[in-house]
T-cell receptor, first 114, second 109 residues
Framework: DVKVTQSSRYLVKRTGEKVFLECVQD?????MFWYRQDPGLGLRLIYF???????EKGDIPEGYSVSREKKERFSLILESASTNQTSMYLC?????????????FGDGTRLSIL | EDQVTQSPEALRLQEGESSSLNCSYT??????LFWYRQDPGKGPEFLFT???AGEEKEKERLKATLTKKESFLHITAPKPEDSATYLC??????????FGDGTTLTVKP
């Protein structure tokens, strides 16, 4: 079974801090994704990566950056955390081609920015 | 702009009372439609993929169907353990996924 592991289930940070969310997958998937999930807004794509060191902006990339130095690891970085970034963050992975395969999700990180 | 709308937002059923969840979509170039189940505090878990109109998939008490404009998730004789939020996602030829807001199903014993 595919396992996508997110490093923290709950995280509390202060405004202005630089925040790192880590995600590791164990199935050698090419594609990895970061979403945020908010009530009434569904899942929204922040960034995705289709290969090591490659990244593409999703629908809401402002205020975020990502890093993919190794195939199995995809990090989401909040450069200067703000209260409107309080949310549930979900990491996912799948194999190419993009669009054909289901995504496998981690259990999420619930991030609170105070 | 790609759009996915799920209805109803919430559905409460008695155990054994069959019903359907709807996912209607407007996208340019459908690549596939995916159904996921999400339990509280967990990430979405993949259920089905449908690729073309007329296709159907079944798993236990769940059956997913697809037309050119919508998909249905039929739940036959549900049990309390079927309680969850069900998400629909549409993938396009551009490789983009658009998710609906989900339907939260509660099945009372």
């Amino acid at each position: 079974d595919v396992k996508v592991t997110q490093s923290s289930r709950y995280l509390v940070k202060r405004t202005g801090e630089k925040v790192f969310l880590e995600c590791v997958q164990d199935m050698d998937h090419e594609n990895m994704f970061w979403y945020r999930q908010d009530p009434g807004l569904g899942l929204r794509l922040i960034y995705f990566s289709y290969d090591v060191k490659m990244k593409e902006k999703g629908d809401i990339p402002e205020g975020y950056s990502v890093s993919r130095e190794k195939k199995e690891r995809f990090s989401l970085i909040l450069e200067s955390a703000s209260t409107n970034q309080t949310s549930m963050y979900l990491c996912a992975s799948n194999d190419p081609p993009l669009g054909d395969q289901p995504q496998h999700f981690g259990d999420g990180t619930r991030l609170s920015i105070l | 702009e790609d759009q996915v709308t799920q209805s109803p937002e919430a559905l409460r059923l008695q155990e054994g009372e069959s019903s359907s969840l709807n996912c209607s979509y407007t996208v340019s170039g459908l690549r596939g439609l995916f159904w996921y189940r999400q339990d509280p505090g967990k990430g979405p878990e993949f259920l089905f993929t449908l690729y073309s109109a007329g296709e159907e998939k079944e798993k236990e008490r769940l059956k997913a169907t697809l037309t050119k404009k919508e998909s249905f998730l039929h739940i036959t004789a549900p049990k309390p353990e079927d309680s969850a939020t069900y998400l629909c996602a549409v993938n396009t030829n551009a490789g983009k996924s658009t998710f609906g807001d989900g339907t939260t199903l509660t099945v009372k014993p």
